[in-house]
C-alpha cells in the first residue's frame, strides 16, 4: 500500500516541509498546537468549513507559522488522522498491559478505547470525513489497528486462549467494527437530561458486549458436527 505524500509514520522523524529540517523541541510543541487545535475545528465545523486561519486562531499562532509545520489544509488534517490512530491505539496498548489472557485483555484493550473515545469524539468525525478528503489515510488508520489486532488474536489462538477454528483477520474487522459502533451509539450519540456527553461508556452495555466477545473468542471444548 502507498501512502499519501507526505504522510508522517508513527517512527518518522518530524520535520519541517518548509525547511526539510527535523523540529526542534519548540517545533514539536507548536505542531501540536496546531494538531489540537486542529482537532477542534474539524470536529467541530467539518473539513469543507474549517480553514487554516480558524485553525491558526485557535491555537494562537501566526498564519505565516503553520506552513512551517503543514502545506495545506489536506496534510494537517491527514496528520491529524494519523495522530489520533496513534494515539488510540496507545490507549489501547497502554490498557492491555498486564493482562494475563487474551480475553482479559480485550476487555481491557476496549475500556482504552472507549475512554480515549469519550476524551476525543472528534475521532468519529475526523475518521469518517477521511473516507472522502483522504481514502488513502482512512484506509491507514484502520489497517493499523487490525494488523496488530490480527497479530494478537493469532498469538493467543497459538496458546489455546482464543478459538482456532475462528479466521483472526476476519476477527479482528468484526470485533474492530462492534467497538466503533458500539461507541458511537452509546458514546458519541447519547446525551444526558442537559445535553451533555456521556463521560464513559455505561458499564451495563460494556458488559453485555464484553460477554458476546467472550462467547465468540473463547475455546471450544468440542467441535460442532459437520451436515449429516
Known amino acids: 500500500m502507498t501512502h499519501p505524500e507526505g504522510m508522517i509514520e ?86 492491555m498491559e498486564g493482562a494475563t489472557s487474551r480475553l482479559d485483555a480485550e476487555r481491557a484493550g476496549f475500556a482504552g478505547f472507549f475512554r480515549f473515545t469519550a476524551e476525543h469524539p472528534a475521532l468519529y468525525r475526523v475518521v469518517r470525513e477521511a473516507e472522502f478528503v483522504s481514502p488513502d489515510v482512512l484506509r491507514l488508520h484502520y489497517t493499523r489497528i487490525v494488523e496488530g489486532y490480527e497479530a494478537g488474536l493469532r498469538a493467543a489462538q497459538d496458546v489455546g486462549d482464543v478459538d482456532r477454528a475462528l479466521d ?23 446525551r444526558d437530561a442537559d445535553g451533555r456527553p456521556p463521560a464513559q461508556l455505561d458499564p451495563v452495555v460494556f458488559d453485555g458486549m464484553t460477554r458476546l466477545i467472550d462467547n465468540a473468542l473463547a475455546p471450544r471444548t468440542t467441535q460442532p458436527e459437520g451436515p449429516k
Open 168 to 190: 483472526p483477520e476476519t476477527t479482528a474487522w468484526a470485533l474492530m467494527g462492534m467497538g466503533e459502533l458500539i461507541g458511537m451509539r452509546f458514546l458519541l450519540w447519547e
Open 10 to 95: 508513527d517512527d518518522a522523524e518530524l520535520v519541517s516541509p518548509a525547511t526539510g529540517r527535523p523540529l526542534t523541541k519548540r517545533g514539536e510543541a507548536t505542531r501540536r498546537r496546531l494538531l489540537e487545535a486542529a482537532e477542534v475545528v474539524f470536529a467541530e465545523q467539518g473539513y469543507h468549513e474549517a480553514s487554516i486561519v480558524k485553525i491558526t486562531e485557535r491555537a494562537g499562532i501566526g498564519l505565516g507559522t503553520f506552513y512551517l509545520y503543514f502545506d495545506s489544509k489536506q496534510s494537517i488534517f491527514e496528520a491529524l488522522v494519523i495522530d489520533l490512530n496513534r494515539r488510540v491505539r496507545h490507549s489501547m496498548s497502554e490498557a
